[in-house]
């Protein structure tokens, strides 16, 4: 996966990727569909973010979900 190519298939990517990595319960409530390319650095730096991590702490986990939240198209 080349993720260095903005496109409506890697935002899908990662953002299953997060939602796997931190277990998100409700999982209708992140989308790939909320977010757009113009966002597409941003999505990325929290996906390397991510991915770099072994575990979350509750309050880290609620911090990349609001920030998540921040990037969502209005």
């Not at 899908?12 to 597409?40: C, Q, T, W």
């Amino acid at each position: 996966m080349n993720l260095s190519q903005k496109s409506t298939e890697n935002v899908e990517y990662m953002i299953e990727k997060i939602k796997e990595k931190l277990r998100v319960l409700n999982l209708g409530a992140i989308k790939p569909s909320h977010f757009d390319e113009e966002m597409y650095e941003d999505l990325k730096e929290i996906y390397e973010l991510v991915m770099k991590k072994n575990s979350f702490s509750p309050n880290e986990m609620q911090a990349i979900v609001e920030e998540l939240g921040s990037l969502r198209k209005q």
